[in-house]
């Protein structure tokens, strides 16, 4: 169940929700292509999924992590947050992270680690993202750094993605362990990336997860970023017939027959390692 920039799920649709996934749900992943904190009751949307029993991760920009939205999340009984935080000076930081504040995010860091130490809670766990880059890649040492002196619970280096890759991209790291991509002489002179993985015609995802859109669409995965692949509405159908119709039926064999055919799944780089914990 997931926020987009365009809506805002509506808070008395998740609650009917729940009852709907309880029985076979246990991870709750928060977020997908926005900002999760935009919408106004997310915090009270934790605490009904955490009621349920649901093990629930949210990923931030970190510009909304005030006080008062630090203290309810801490509140909320939520498991994991992921503070994306893609440089140590604002300059790398905003070459990505355009408009951004670096001093905001590490000012909303720890405020959320004091609202812990207050509340006495162990939750959430606190993870600094780091999205390797060519404007930052040389100062992967200086994240680990930042992320120990602001007491978050582990800092994560993570391979960028990137729409367009075939040329190439500007923001793409040099050092190889660092990018998603590899390169290829297709032409004699002529650079093409292509991403590191063979994609094999399977993908455990298909029959364990899917993605929820704020307006009720079923997506096969977090990358159908546009909500190409829609197998149903949930607003129209209960969840379980969606998940069993023909439609997805259909999807799931042509990721099994020619996974490369399909256009989201070129872009994929599941069980690639595409980050690190540290």
Avoid at 180 to 199: F, Q, S, W
């Amino acid at each position: 169940m997931l926020t987009r920039e365009k809506g805002f799920i509506n808070e008395d649709l998740f609650s009917q929700l729940i009852p709907q996934f309880k029985r076979d749900l246990f991870y709750l992943t928060f977020y997908f292509q926005g900002e999760p904190y935009l919408h106004p009751g997310f915090t009270r949307m934790i605490m009904i999924a955490r009621s349920n029993n649901l093990f629930v991760s949210t990923s931030t920009n970190g510009h909304y992590l005030d006080p008062e939205n630090a203290r309810s999340t801490v509140d909320s009984g939520l498991n994991k947050l992921i503070v994306s935080l893609d440089g140590t000076d604002q300059e790398a930081y905003s070459s990505y992270r355009i408009g951004g504040s670096l001093e905001k995010v590490t000012t909303g860091i720890r405020e959320i680690i004091r609202q812990k130490k207050t509340a006495g809670s162990s939750t959430p766990r606190v993870i600094l993202q780091f999205l390797v880059l060519k404007t930052n890649e040389h100062q992967i040492g200086e994240i680990k750094a930042l992320g120990k002196k602001l007491g978050v619970d582990a800092v994560e280096i993570k391979k960028a993605q990137f729409y367009d890759f075939d040329h190439g991209n500007p923001l793409m790291p040099i050092n190889p362990a660092h990018c998603r991509y590899a390169t290829a002489e297709t032409v004699p002179g002529e650079k093409h990336y292509h991403i590191r993985n063979r994609l094999p015609n399977h993908c455990f995802r298909m029959w364990s997860a899917c993605v929820i859109t704020w307006d009720g669409w079923v997506v096969p995965c977090c990358f159908d970023k546009d909500a190409t692949y829609r197998m149903g509405n949930i607003n129209a159908e209960p969840f379980e017939q969606i998940w069993r119709n023909e439609k997805y039926r259909d999807f799931r064999r042509k990721i099994l027959h020619n996974r490369k055919s399909i256009d989201i799944c070129t872009n994929c780089t599941e069980g690639t390692g595409l980050s690190r914990i540290l």
